[in-house]
């Protein structure tokens, strides 16, 4: 399964904090990388760092337009998600999504634009209540890879120079 | 259960937005309440205000000592999770997590003190990747109910204002 993570409305002035934290999960949760859709080099620079150091293949870039990004993806056969706690409930959807081969997950900040909701294949809600994006982001990628009896927590990224060993105290650190 | 956070190493001129996503995500996702180690009222307000409009009993409060609840919580016979990229990894700890009744959760900032990995029951890793604490409590809390065989995302908050009913596309919200 490929899955491509696609953020919109970020704003370099306020959203640089939560929008590294939605590629860093994104990254830590299985997927193949994070587009943004919008000119940010300092997000992109610290997500690709953190690949550097830690390994696996993950990428992040910039990209001009979403609404192209979209329309590649679905002319290509991918299927596009749209997180957003007006959505269908996440339960109610999660297997008929799970089966699919290729999927955008866009996550907007404020604001997102009607046309989202409607070029989407699903629009989903991770429960309808208030929420952080982040955090919904998280839960629907951990359940999306347990429904194909995959773990995300258990995946190894191969190459990078910092490795932890998980302990029950303290921080084992190894170097390469 | 109970389920408690406990939030440590705020600080109120730039964590406002990071601690109030972790709130959110606490409640939206089966918490009891939130303490945060910090004088800052505005997101105790904005955690109130959410409460407020959208149901349930999640509580937030400010606490001036992180040790002290820490201490009376074990006092009572409850258990410490701390959640670090250091710990054990989730997958081997959750079972017997999950049998436990009272679980305070600890979501440190920046530079947690090595106090908390002495006294915490089990410091726990959401994978040893670099990560976002938002995605990491979202992670743990959906795993720890789903343990249980409960869905957080299923749950009714009753009282409050403002209701979203799912739908497929666009928003449906009704206020009482």
């Known amino acids: 399964m490929t899955i491509v993570i696609l953020r919109i409305g970020h704003r370099p002035e306020r959203d640089q904090r939560v929008t590294t934290h939605v590629g860093l999960t994104s990254r830590a949760l299985g997927a193949d990388g994070m587009l943004l859709a919008s000119d ?3 997000v992109i620079n610290s997500l690709e760092e953190v690949t550097q150091r830690w390994g696996g293949d993950f990428f992040a870039r910039s990209v001009e337009s979403w609404k192209r990004e979209i329309n590649n ?6 299927k596009v998600v749209h997180l957003t706690m007006y959505g269908q409930n996440l339960p109610d ?6 089966i699919e081969e290729s999927i955008m997950i866009v996550v ?4 997102v634009p009607p046309d989202v909701y409607h070029k989407a294949d699903w629009n989903v809600a991770v429960g309808s209540q208030p929420h ?5 982001l998280a839960v629907f ?9 995959l773990d995300p927590l258990k995946k190894e990224m191969p190459g990078g120079n910092l490795k932890i060993t998980p302990c029950e105290r303290g921080k084992i650190v190894t170097e390469v």
Chains 1, 2 share one sequence.
């Open 141 to 149: 990628l951990d359940r999306l890879h347990a429904k194909r009896g």
């Open 73 to 78: 993806w679905q002319s290509g056969g991918g």
């Open 108 to 111: 907007g900040a404020e604001k």
């Open 132 to 136: 952080s994006e982040i955090a919904g």
């Open 40 to 42: 940010d080099k300092g």
């Open 93 to 98: 959807v999660i297997d008929e999504i799970s």
